[in-house]
């Protein structure tokens, strides 16, 4: 455990940086609260609409999109780098996953998620 001992020194260091920075700030900085001063701030510009209203699905199945494909490229690029190491169980475990995946994309293809109209 001695060779951790560095990590935890500079983890524990650390917070406590941060902890003493958010005491000072605190303790130390401005209190003048006015109406101007609690408006929500958007690039300069007041807002149109409100920050409460919903927004399409459509957003969020394309958040979603991006995360679920970011992932598989996550796992394929190393899983390509060791690919002759793996054999064929490396190959059929991610035929495994990469069906899921193709599962997944085309069910939000039928359910519409990808269309923009």
């Known amino acids: 455990m001695s060779e951790y001992a560095g990590l935890g020194l500079f983890i524990a260091l650390g917070t406590a940086l941060v902890l003493m920075f958010v005491l000072l700030t605190t303790l130390l900085g401005p209190r003048l609260r006015f109406a101007e001063k609690q408006e929500p701030f958007e690039c300069g510009e007041h807002q149109v609409v409100s920050p409460y209203q ?8 394309v958040a979603l999109s991006f995360i679920i494909f970011d992932v598989e490229m996550v796992f394929l690029y190393p899983w390509a ?11 059929f475990a991610m035929l495994i996953f990469l069906f899921v ?3 997944g994309l085309a ?11």
Do not use: A, P, Q, S
């Open 54 to 61: 919903r927004f399409n699905v459509k957003f969020y199945m």
């Open 81 to 91: 780098v060791v690919f002759r190491d793996l054999g064929w169980f490396g190959f």
């Open 101 to 103: 995946l193709t599962v």
């Open 107 to 117: 069910y939000e293809w039928l359910k519409g998620g990808l269309d923009w109209n």
